[in-house]
């Protein structure tokens, strides 16, 4: 019994395959394109596990992916494989269509030639999970009710607009083909090992190193926050229970402004690392012009996970953002070797004879 888990050395998908492997011991396939965004140091723990197999590879590289399942027969796809920063797909949407709407095509032609090989029984507990984004619905009013699963999809930016056609994909090959799919829609995801582009580790990172934190318009853009690792929990609990050809919604029901999150990581800074100057972090904060097309407010209803799985996220966001404010704190090296390129030249070295890179 194995799991091919693709992106698995992103954010959410590293923190999944190290949470997986932490609970039991089904090992994993882990299938990434090492891009700015993916890392081994973030999989370095593993090092030595026979249960961990990386694979530098890319989904849209349909040879490489039916190599791997012929070889591995995993029972289960997990994709988190995805370009995925708003800010990057709106200064070059290309590679943004290439991976997560041509990429997530050549996924599913794989799987589907694998699936279709199998026999009954491995295929009737076969199951293709797709991990996306509550962007895909667009933005919300002030006072709407939070999205639920049969919310209109109405992308507003590059990136969402490429993930909502790779979740009708996977939809389609449901209905069109009975590929045994799920889906799952999160909200906005922080914790350990994330890049520090996005917002809560930028702070983090900006503050500590005596750097401006920017903050788009107003600061009043409203997200909801999920702690990783309750993310990686409701997505282990849709792939033993979820309906097959079913969406379900993965949210922490922390909606917050994106100004008080700011606030929140500068007070928590204040307490564990004190400015040397004695002035609050919150000094640092800069505004600057709003991104185009910026969407107002993200909400989740995560009512239908609950009630039909019985899932709910196990950290508050004042647990999980204190959690995340240590953990940067503890782990100046894997900031440093990020922001430095350092792990990428480690990969190139340490990956370049072997078959998996040359693939």
Known sequence: MT??????????????????LAQHGEPVVNLDKLTYAGNLETLASLEGDARHTFVQGDIGDFALVSRLLAEHR?????????????????????????????????????????WGSLSADEKAAFRFLHVSTDEVYGSLAK??????????????????????????LVRAYHHTYGLPVLTTNCSNNYGPFHFPEKLIPLMIVNALAGKPLPVYGDGMQVRDWLY??????????????????EVYNVGGWNEKP?????????????????????????SQISYVTDRPGHDRRYAIDARRLEAELGWKPAET???????????????????????????????????????????
């Open 3 to 20: 799991l091919l888990v693709t992106g698995g050395a992103g954010f959410i998908g590293a923190n999944f395959v190290l949470d997986w």
């Open 74 to 114: 995993p029972r289960a796809v997990v994709n988190f494989a995805a370009e995925s920063h708003v800010d990057r797909s709106i200064h070059g949407p290309g590679e943004f269509i290439q991976t997560n709407i041509v990429g997530t095509f050549q996924l599913l032609e794989a799987v589907r030639a694998h």
């Open 143 to 168: 006072d709407d009710p939070a999205f639920t699963e049969a919310h209109r999809y109405e992308p507003n930016s590059p990136y969402s607009a490429s993930k909502a056609a790779s979740d009708h």
């Open 228 to 245: 990783v690792k309750d993310h990686c929990s409701a997505i282990r609990r849709v792939l033993q229970a979820g309906r097959l050809g």
């Open 258 to 282: 994106n100004i008080e999150i700011v606030h929140t990581v500068c007070a928590l800074l204040d307490e564990l690392r004190p400015r040397a100057d004695g002035q609050p972090y919150a």
């Open 317 to 359: 966001f004042e647990s999980g953002i204190r959690k995340t404010v240590q953990w940067y704190l503890d782990n100046p090296q894997w900031v440093a070797h990020v922001q430095s390129g350092a792990y990428r030249e480690w990969v190139g070295k340490q990956y370049s004879d072997t078959p998996a890179v040359a693939a």
